[in-house]
C-alpha cells in the first residue's frame, strides 16, 4: 500500500481553476494506478479521472471531460488534477487513491486512499 495525502483544495469562483496534488510515500509509485474520486455533500463518492501507472493511459467521468486533467510525476511520487471552468456543481471533497490492478475505474479497484481535500465553487 501507499500512503496518499491530497493537498490544493479550497474555495473559488465558478469558471475559475484550481490544481489538486496528492502526495504518495513508498517505493513503487509507478506500479500504481491513480485516480481521482469525489463526493459531494448527501451523494456517494463518484469517480472523476484515472491514470495508469505509467502516465500513458487516462480515463475521465463524462460531467469533467474537457474541462479536468490528470496527470502525475512518477520521479516525484505526485499526482495531481488540474481544473479548469468549475462549476458549482463541481463542490465535493476530492480524494486521490491508488490501486496496483491495470484495469478499473471503480472504488473495488483501489485499495490506498487520502484523507481528502475540499473543494468549494461558489456562484
Known amino acids: 500500500q501507499v500512503q496518499l495525502v491530497e493537498s490544493g483544495g479550497g474555495l473559488v469562483q465558478a469558471g475559475g481553476s484550481l490544481r489538486l496534488s496528492c502526495a504518495a510515500s513508498?517505493?513503487?509509485?509507478?506500479?500504481?494506478?491513480m485516480a481521482w474520486f469525489r463526493q459531494a455533500p448527501g451523494k456517494e463518492r463518484e469517480f472523476v479521472a484515472r491514470?495508469?501507472?505509467?502516465?500513458?493511459?487516462?480515463n475521465y467521468a463524462d460531467s469533467v471531460k474537457g474541462r479536468f486533467t490528470i496527470s502525475r510525476d512518477n520521479a516525484n511520487n505526485m499526482m495531481y488534477l488540474q481544473m479548469n471552468s468549475l462549476k458549482p456543481e463541481d463542490t465535493a471533497i476530492y480524494y486521490c487513491?491508488?490501486?496496483?490492478?491495470?484495469?478499473?475505474?471503480?472504488?473495488?479497484?483501489?485499495?490506498?486512499w487520502g484523507q481528502g481535500t475540499q473543494v468549494t465553487v461558489s456562484s
Open positions: 487513491a491508488g490501486g496496483r490492478l491495470p484495469y478499473g475505474t471503480g472504488e473495488r479497484f483501489f485499495g490506498s
Open positions: 513508498g517505493r513503487t509509485f509507478s506500479a500504481y494506478a
Open positions: 491514470i495508469s501507472g505509467g502516465g500513458g493511459s487516462t
